[in-house]
Every structure is written in structure tokens, then in C-alpha cells.
């Protein structure tokens, strides 16, 4: 599966930003990473086929990820940025076992940048 993902931009901290991923076909499990200068690229959240949403804590309460199962988009929406949000966010199509999340199929990635 081809994944596409959007919505990047320039924001100043507390504002809020929407990332979309649109996927070429049919998805399972969902999720995007977040990938600051000079680091490791991250979970930040994940979402099931069903629709069951985990975060990683730094996000929690300030992201959210929804799907559309008919249209194969997952979205992240991110309020209250932070400086510390900036980077590189990826979408990612895998699936779970157990409670472990498996990327497979990555985006090309949207650059976020929150101004403090």
C-alpha cells in the first residue's frame, strides 16, 4: 500500500495543526511517528481497524487519530503544539499482535514546525 500524507506547516506553540494520510488501498492497523531534528523516529499514535486509538503520553490529551475506513485516510489532529512537537510526521500502515504495533508501509513524511 502507497501512503500519502499532508497538512504540515508553520504554527506557533498552542496552535493546532490537521496531518492526513491518504492510503492507495485497503489498511489494517494505522499510525504515525514523529521524527525531531537530529533523533529516532517515534510512535506517537496508532489506531486499530476498529478504531481503537493509543498514544504514546507526551501527545495524550493534545493529538488525536481517527480514521475513515471508506475513504483509507487516518488523521492526526494536534492542538496545543509545542516547540518540542517540531519535526518529521510520518504515516504508517502494519498491524498489532498483542499490544505491540508493527510498521510496514511508510509515507513520505510532512514537516511540522511550531514557533515558540
Known amino acids: 500500500v502507497q501512503l500519502q500524507a499532508s497538512g504540515g506547516g508553520l504554527v506557533q506553540a498552542g496552535g493546532s495543526l490537521r496531518l492526513s494520510c491518504a492510503a492507495s488501498?485497503?489498511?489494517?492497523?494505522m499510525s504515525w511517528y514523529h521524527q525531531a531534528p537530529g533523533k529516532q523516529r517515534e510512535l506517537v499514535a496508532s489506531?486499530?481497524?476498529?478504531?481503537?486509538?493509543n498514544y504514546k503520553d507526551f501527545v495524550k490529551g493534545r493529538f488525536t487519530i481517527s480514521r475513515d475506513n471508506d475513504k483509507n485516510t487516518v488523521d492526526l489532529q494536534m492542538n496545543s503544539l509545542k516547540p518540542e512537537d517540531t519535526g518529521v510526521y510520518y504515516c504508517?500502515?502494519?498491524?498489532?499482535?498483542?499490544?505491540?504495533?508493527?510498521?510496514?508501509?511508510w509515507g513520505q513524511g510532512t514537516q511540522v514546525t511550531v514557533s515558540s
Open positions: 504508517n500502515a502494519g498491524y498489532f499482535r498483542g499490544i505491540y504495533y508493527y510498521p510496514i508501509s
Open positions: 488501498g485497503g489498511i489494517n492497523a
Open positions: 489506531i486499530t481497524e476498529n478504531g481503537s486509538a
